[in-house]
Nanobody
């Protein structure tokens, strides 16, 4: 099982980034997918999640209206489009595949928002 995040980097406040998470080794289309983040000195928090067919999405209050989660089951990939980035969005972003009794995590990708 592998979840490989990409797309992180350094961006100025107000900028945009698109994170990708490529999955392999399990039946991607049967798993709900989530993005979490962890800022320095803080606990990991749920940023967004999406159901198996993409029909339902959830966003944390701090990112609502700025971030968009999506998935392409044909490509075994989940995305996080991040717009209007703020300094407080800085952290390591983790991809997570979840269903009953199973939970897989990626290694994380660093997002730094700074001028």
């Amino acid at each position: 099982v592998q979840l490989v995040e990409s797309g992180g980097g350094l961006v100025q406040p107000g900028g945009s980034l698109r994170l990708s998470c490529a999955a392999s080794g399990f039946t991607f289309r049967t798993y709900g997918m989530r993005w979490h983040r962890q800022a320095p000195g803080k606990e990991r928090e749920l940023v967004a999640r999406i159901t198996v067919a993409g029909g339902y999405t959830y966003y944390g209050d701090s990112v609502k209206g700025r971030f968009t989660i999506s998935r392409d089951n044909a490509k075994n990939t989940v995305y996080l489009q991040m717009n209007s980035l703020k300094v407080e969005d800085t952290g390591v972003y983790y991809c997570n595949a979840h269903r009953e009794f199973y939970d897989y995590w990626g290694q994380g990708t660093q997002v730094t928002v700074s001028s």
